[in-house]
Each structure stands twice: as structure tokens, then as C-alpha cells.
């Protein structure tokens, strides 16, 4: 365990929480930042989470709606929003940023528009709102479900970044006895398997929710993650981080566990659940839907089959029934395990 730390945490959804919660067991002195006044006076006096039954959260961390306070003089500020809310949050906390910062991004997602990474987009709003300081940017991604995290059930994850000594910092700071940290330099392949995996656990929930069983999910895991391999070594990213905690690892507990919000509305949807009624039951951001428009143009751009991909999409997107889909996938043209 390091010493102490100021820290701020931009959005206080489930995962947001779970780690503020963790941190301020640690000692840390935690600071959670939140758009919503509705969260700040609920998660401020009675210390619950709606998302998180059962789960205390510490008197120690104050809750702001001020997003200045979660930034400044912080020795590390998280963004915890979800990902189709990093751009505008970045853009907020730009003002208060001090030269130098540490940032670690927690959220997983890909912006369509752009294609950039969400530490890309962090990087993006930094030069073209206040180039004149330098920040230090982090990924921290791996296979923990916020309900576990919370419930100080042990698990590993990976902060991923260029400069090594700022995976050191974010490894320090956050493992103790419920998380292990790994780090890697691979950033973008972490943060590519982050957006995927996603993807490919609503397939595997379709799957589920058109009652079958096992053997198509592990099928579906397996070659979703040869899906996410082969997009990530087009792109330049290392082979071993598909085949890590990131990657695979983060990939069989989003497609298997009954706390991914993505293998419950995938499960919806191959009930005959439409994606929007899908979310709504879910009741919170499903980062697979919001993921497919970018995973579908990276697989253009870069000239990569991407079957499982383009086949949620069809039924997300385009209509096409779940049984439809499946009969696709398995009828598709023979080829090799290994390209």
C-alpha cells in the first residue's frame, strides 16, 4: 500500500463508487464528483448507492457537485463517467488540471466519431483547450465487476500507460489487499480489449437469452477474443494483451457473470427484447451498444473480419432476428482456427 494520496473521482456510478470506497479504506483522502445533484445528496447522507445493495459507503469521502474540487492540487484524478461522457468531462475539469497531473481513465469505450480511446479523447481536449500543460495519462481496465470490488472480494487488474513510472504510481496506489495491479505499456490494447469485450459479451448474452448454453458461449468468448486480437495487432497493439487480464481475462467475467450490464441486455435482447428496451430494463449505460458504431468503422479502417461484431450490430442496429444472426455465423464460409 502507498502512502496517501489526494484523489479525485469524476463520476459516481457503480464503478466510480466501488473505487472511491476501496481508496478511502486504503486512507486515501477521496474527493467523488458527481453532475447529478440527485446522487451527491443521496451517496452525501444517507452513504448508499442504489446500484450497490448492501454497500456502505465511507464517511471520509465528500461528494461535490463542483468538479474544481474533485481536480485541484489532486495527486491523481480518475474519470469514471461513462464513456460517452469522457469528452465533456474532460472539457470541464480542463481549467483545474495542473501541469503535470496524473490522470487514470476507468471508463471503456471507443468515440465513434473520432475513434479515439478515452484516454485519447482526455489527451484530444487537453491540446485543443489548454496545450500549455503537460498530463500524465493512465488506463486501468481488467476483469472487476463493481458489486465485487465493492464487497472486498479479491481480484487483479492492469494500469496501462507509455511511461512506466506512471503505471508504477497508479500499481502503488491502488493495489492492496482486494486488487492486485499489473501494469503494461500496450495503453491503446488495453484500451481497445476494454471497448471490445463489451461487444462480444451482448453476443454472448444474445446466445444465452435464445437458450443456449455453455458450448456457445465459450465458442463465442473464443473466437470474440480472436476477433479482438486480430483487430488489435492491425492497429499496432501487442498480441499478449488480447491474451491478458484486459483482454481475455475482462472478457469471460463480462460474458459469464450475472452482474455484466452487457450479458444482461444481450440475454434480453436474444429473449426478443428490442436494444432500447433492453437498456431501459437493465436501468443503467450499456458500453457494448455504444461501442459497436466504432468497432464496426476499426474494422473498415482496417480491413479486418470482424463476423461477431457486424453480427450484433445487424441485430442491435439493423432489426435482423437473433435466430437470423446465429444461422449466419454458422453457416459462414470454412477457414482456418489460425490465420
Known amino acids: 500500500m502507498s502512502e496517501p494520496k489526494r484523489i479525485g473521482i469524476l463520476g459516481t456510478g457503480t464503478w466510480g463508487t466501488a473505487?472511491?470506497?476501496?481508496?478511502?479504506?486504503?486512507?486515501?483522502?477521496?474527493?467523488c464528483w458527481s453532475a447529478i445533484p440527485e446522487e451527491i445528496e443521496l451517496l452525501s447522507g444517507k452513504r448508499i448507492h442504489p446500484n450497490l445493495p448492501g454497500i456502505m459507503v465511507p464517511e471520509s469521502i465528500r461528494f461535490t457537485g463542483e468538479i474544481g474540487s474533485a481536480c485541484t492540487e489532486k495527486d491523481l484524478v480518475v474519470f469514471a463517467?461513462?464513456?460517452?461522457?469522457v469528452r465533456r468531462t474532460a472539457q470541464a475539469a480542463v481549467p483545474y488540471l495542473a501541469d503535470g497531473q496524473m490522470i487514470v481513465d476507468v471508463a471503456k469505450g471507443i468515440e465513434p466519431d473520432t475513434l479515439k480511446t478515452m484516454t485519447e479523447i482526455i489527451s484530444d481536449v487537453l491540446q485543443?483547450?489548454?496545450?500549455?500543460?503537460?498530463?500524465h495519462l493512465c488506463a486501468l481496465s481488467g476483469p472487476t465487476h463493481a458489486e465485487e470490488v465493492a464487497a472486498d472480494m479479491p481480484?487483479?487488474?492492469?494500469?496501462?500507460?507509455?511511461?512506466?513510472?506512471?503505471?508504477?504510481?497508479?500499481?502503488?496506489?491502488f493495489s492492496n489487499h482486494v486488487m492486485r495491479v499489473y501494469t503494461n505499456e500496450d495503453i491503446k490494447g488495453v484500451e481497445i480489449c476494454g471497448a471490445l469485450k463489451n461487444v462480444m459479451a451482448l453476443a454472448a448474452g444474445i446466445a444465452s437469452g435464445m437458450g443456449y448454453g455453455d458450448n456457445l458461449r465459450a465458442a463465442i468468448i473464443t473466437r470474440g477474443s480472436a476477433e479482438m486480437?486480430?483487430?488489435?495487432?492491425?492497429?499496432?497493439?501487442?498480441?499478449?494483451?488480447?491474451?491478458?487480464?484486459?483482454?481475455?481475462?475482462d472478457l469471460i467475467v463480462t460474458a459469464t457473470s450475472r452482474h455484466s450490464r452487457n450479458n444482461r441486455a444481450g440475454y434480453l435482447i436474444g429473449q426478443g427484447k428490442t436494444a432500447?428496451?433492453?437498456?431501459?430494463?437493465?436501468?443503467?449505460?450499456?458500453?457494448?451498444i455504444n461501442a459497436l458504431p466504432a468497432a464496426r468503422k476499426l474494422a473498415e479502417k482496417y480491413h479486418v473480419e470482424m463476423p461477431i461484431t457486424e453480427a450484433v450490430h445487424q441485430v442491435v442496429a439493423e432489426g435482423?432476428?437473433?435466430?437470423?444472426?446465429?444461422?449466419?455465423?454458422?453457416?459462414?464460409?470454412?477457414?482456418?482456427?489460425?490465420?
Open 155 to 173: 481480484t487483479t487488474i492492469v494500469a496501462a500507460s507509455r511511461e512506466k513510472e506512471v503505471a508504477a504510481f497508479v500499481q502503488q496506489v
Open 229 to 249: 486480437s486480430r483487430l488489435g495487432r492491425a492497429m499496432g497493439c501487442r498480441e499478449q494483451t488480447f491474451a491478458g487480464l484486459a483482454g481475455i481475462g
Open 19 to 31: 473505487l472511491a470506497r476501496m481508496l478511502a479504506n486504503d486512507g486515501h483522502e477521496v474527493t
Open 128 to 135: 485543443k483547450e489548454n496545450p500549455r500543460i503537460r498530463v
Open 320 to 339: 435482423m432476428k437473433p435466430e437470423e444472426m446465429l444461422h449466419h455465423l454458422m453457416e459462414r464460409a470454412f477457414t482456418e482456427e489460425h490465420y
Open 81 to 85: 463517467v461513462p464513456s460517452v461522457y
Open 276 to 288: 432500447q428496451e433492453a437498456i431501459r430494463e437493465v436501468g443503467m449505460v450499456v458500453e457494448g
